[in-house]
């Protein structure tokens, strides 16, 4: 089954400095993987997704992540954090199943604070 | 022009009643899900339906029961609430099933507190 593992439950820094929300994943093949962003009182939305294309994927906002293969980990950058960026950041990956459809599964889920 | 709009965004009720949340998607997706967050912030998928035929249902309690009229809508149906029940649920969609890859999109949610 696949699964996902969110390193950190909150993470905390300065505004303009780098951000690092960590992710490792678990999957039997090649796995899609997600990371969304929930604002406070929102929906979620999507930041960037990897397909089996480019290992590093670049998404909205400045954000990216880079699938390890060798270290099964999706982990979340960004060079300097704005107060926007304030949110409950979610690692997702896709589980395929029989009749070619798929499901998400979440990660625990990283609330990220950003501080003057 | 809201791609994937649920109503209402609050539901306060008291134990054993029955709610409905509607939700609707204008972004053409053949496929569109229900997902229960709980106080912790944990995502889970209940259902998917592909062009109005359930394909997922994730053990639910059949109090629950979703009703696609269209391929446009999936209401979200709710009998004899329970305190357990009290939750923020998150309707989506996304595009034709099969294709690896597809995101989904997510409506604003409706926070449900059952007293």
């Known amino acids: 089954a696949q699964s996902v593992t969110q390193l950190d439950s909150h993470v905390s820094v300065s505004e303009g400095t780098p951000v690092l929300l960590r992710c490792n994943y678990s999957?039997?093949?090649?796995?899609?993987l997600f990371w969304y962003v929930q604002h406070p009182n929102k929906g979620l939305q999507l930041l960037l997704k990897y397909t089996s294309a480019a290992t590093l994927v670049k998404g909205i906002n400045g954000f990216e992540a880079e699938f390890k293969k060798s270290e099964t980990s999706f982990h979340l950058t960004k060079p300097s954090a704005h107060m926007s960026d304030a949110a409950e950041y979610f690692c997702v990956v896709i589980d395929m199943f029989s009749g070619g459809y798929n499901k998400l599964i979440f990660g625990a889920g990283t609330r990220l604070a950003v501080h003057p | 022009d809201t791609a994937v709009s649920q109503t209402p965004k609050y539901l306060v009720t008291q134990m054993g009643n029955d709610k409905s949340i509607k939700c609707e998607q204008n972004l053409g997706h053949d496929t569109m899900y229900w997902y229960k967050q709980d106080s912790k912030k944990f995502l889970k998928i209940m259902f998917s339906?592909?062009?109005?035929?359930?394909?997922i249902n994730e053990t639910v309690p059949n109090r629950f029961s979703p009703k696609s009229p269209d391929k446009a809508h999936l209401n979200l149906h709710i009998n004899s609430l329970e305190l357990g029940d009290s939750a923020v649920y998150f309707c989506?969609?996304?595009?034709?099933?099969?294709?690896?890859?597809?995101?989904?999109?997510f409506g604003p949610g409706t926070r449900l507190t059952v007293l």
């Open positions: 339906y592909n062009n109005k035929e359930l394909i």
């Open positions: 999957s039997s093949y090649s796995p899609s």
């Open positions: 989506a969609s996304s595009p034709r099933e099969g294709q690896v890859g597809n995101e989904q999109f």
